[in-house]
């Protein structure tokens, strides 16, 4: 697994464009002893190349980890490697991570609370797969220019 460097430093809260984009996810706070919870269903807001913002009904306090299992279809095909490519199973698979809580918020009466969080552990094939699935992701977005045919 990949561990991402932990940088506090709020100036680099934006360094990242962010991806909107709407997917569920399962997280689940990792704690000691560790239990048998299969984690709460979430749904992404938005994803950066060093996170992702969500929204769930439990509130986490910033610093907490969790796992993440996020039900991104495609980000597999980015995968650079012949298992991924032959495995069925792939195509199916969540993207997982560790992650930190960096920041939460209260959304309104009932709505539950918007977390954003960092990556701080996960696998080097799946985070550059993640990564390129992103760029692509901003490169779709993008309006059309004629002037660069």
Known sequence: MKKMSQSKDPSDNRKF????????MTVKKLEYPVSGNSGE???T????NRGVCFNTAESYENGTLLNLEIDLRGWQHYLKNVFSIVDAATVTKPLTAIAEVAWSKKLGKG???EIGVRFTDIY????QAFQRYLNKMVEISKP??????
């Open 45 to 48: 807001k938005n994803m950066a």
């Open 144 to 149: 059309f220019d004629p002037s660069q045919k």
């Open 111 to 113: 709505e539950g609370y």
């Open 124 to 127: 080097e094939d799946d985070y």
């Open 17 to 24: 464009q962010r991806v909107p984009k709407k997917v569920t």
């Open 41 to 43: 269903p979430a749904m």
